[in-house]
């Protein structure tokens, strides 16, 4: 089963970092976040990642392209071959395929043009490429084929930015200082599709996934919600990055759930 990851956003809301690199490069400790979000597939064995490019798009080429280079120990010989030899090289053994799917798309818009890269017959997920979770991968895709619809969206309670009262009239019972909230359910990424998600999208460059398909999906009875409990957290603004990379220095990062390995 391919992870499809949606990389091609502006991130204008965190433009302190995004003004000179694509946000799924923005670091959380000394990984982009992307890393992280791609570790933790790979810890429940989903190694097969299709990325859809859009803004600055060859920076993560890049990035992959000299992820050896750049996280090994180097020995440069200047000699007139000018050898190089990789001393303690990662150890990955994911495949990428890093598709270009266009500056101005939408979401939806660039779901639909990686269609040719998964499988006439697979399912497939989807998440964004700023988002943090220590949801179980596994258990997601087995709630996914025991439903039998056309998608899964990961429902999440996010940590509250502010406060939340519990309020008896005038009176405050309990007080609970960047709680998670504990009424509702919002969209956390984390989607499974069958393919036949697909005919649900355009290549117009305003299909978003997020409106049209999506609540189209859910008038049709085809869209499961699979509630997460646990650790959330997007990075949509420059606090949101600090808070993660505070979790990370703490050595206290939820999804770092690969860390025994």
């Avoid at 391919?2 to 000179?20: D, H, N, P, S």
């Avoid at 490019?53 to 090994?72: A, D, T, V």
């Avoid at 085809?222 to 949509?236: A, E, P, S, T, V």
Wanted: glycine fraction near 8%; aromatic fraction near 12%.
């Amino acid at each position: 089963m391919k992870v499809v990851l949606l990389c091609g956003g502006k991130g204008t809301r965190l433009k302190e970092e995004t003004a000179f690199r694509p946000k799924p490069l923005v670091s959380v400790g000394e990984k982009p976040i992307l890393w992280h979000i791609m570790k933790l597939y790979a810890h429940f064995g989903y190694k097969d990642f299709v990325l859809c490019l859009g803004y600055l798009g060859e920076m993560i080429k890049q990035y992959f392209l000299n992820y050896e280079l750049m996280n090994s120990d180097l020995t440069l010989s200047f000699t007139p071959e000018r050898k190089i030899e990789i001393h303690k090289k990662p150890q990955l053994d994911w495949q990428i395929i890093m598709a270009d799917t266009g500056i101005e798309a939408m979401t939806g818009c660039r779901l639909k043009r990686i269609e040719p890269y998964i499988g006439t017959d697979s399912d497939f997920m989807v998440t964004y490429g700023d988002g943090l979770t220590d949801v179980d991968i596994s258990k997601l895709v087995a709630f996914h084929k025991s439903h039998g619809c056309l998608a899964t969206v990961t429902g999440v309670r996010p940590l509250s930015r502010f406060g939340e009262l519990d309020v008896q009239g005038d009176i405050v019972k309990e007080f609970s200082e960047k709680s998670q909230v504990t009424r509702g359910w919002i969209n956390g990424g984390f989607f499974v599709f069958r393919r036949e998600f697909f005919n649900y999208l355009t290549d117009d460059n305003n299909c978003i996934l997020e409106r049209e398909p999506l609540e189209r999906l859910a008038r049709d009875g085809q869209l499961k919600i699979y509630k997460h409990r646990g650790f959330w957290q997007c990075m949509d603004t420059y606090r949101d990055m600090e808070q993660l990379n505070k979790l990370w220095r703490e050595g206290n990062a939820p999804w770092e759930v690969w860390r025994n390995e």
